[in-house]
C-alpha cells in the first residue's frame, strides 16, 4: 500500500498549488479521501474529504472558498487544488484513504 504526495512547493501569497494523492496496492474507489495539514509542534488537522463518488466538505473554515478537493477514482489520484494561499496556509500537507497516510508534501507561502 502507498500513498504518494506531490504538488508542494514554494508560492508567493495569492499563488495556487495542486496537490496530487497517488495510490496503489488497495482499492482506492472503496475509500473516503481525507487531506490534513500539520505545521510543526501543532496536531495533525483535517481540512476535507472526498467519498467514493466525488462528494466534497470542506472542515476546515478558514480555506472555504479557497480550497477544492477531488479524486480521479480511474487513475487511483486525488486531488487538492489550492487557490489564493496564504502565509498561514504554510504545512505539511498529507493525504489519507482508510487507515493509510502517505508522507506529507511540503507548502510553503512566502514572499
Known amino acids: 500500500v502507498a500513498l504518494v504526495e506531490s504538488g508542494g512547493g514554494l508560492v508567493q501569497p495569492g499563488g495556487s498549488l495542486n496537490l496530487s494523492c497517488v495510490t496503489s496496492g488497495f482499492v482506492f474507489a472503496n475509500y473516503i479521501l481525507t487531506w490534513h495539514r500539520q505545521v510543526p509542534g501543532t496536531g495533525r488537522e483535517l481540512i476535507a474529504r472526498?467519498?467514493?463518488?466525488?462528494?466534497?466538505?470542506i472542515y476546515m473554515d478558514s480555506v472555504k472558498g479557497r480550497f477544492i478537493p477531488s479524486r480521479d477514482n480511474a487513475l487511483n489520484t486525488g486531488y487538492l487544488q489550492m487557490n489564493n494561499l496564504l502565509p498561514e496556509d504554510t504545512a505539511t500537507y498529507y493525504c489519507?484513504?482508510?487507515?493509510?497516510w502517505g508522507r506529507g508534501t511540503q507548502v510553503t507561502v512566502s514572499s
Open positions: 489519507k484513504a482508510g487507515i493509510f
Open positions: 472526498v467519498t467514493p463518488t466525488g462528494d466534497t466538505l
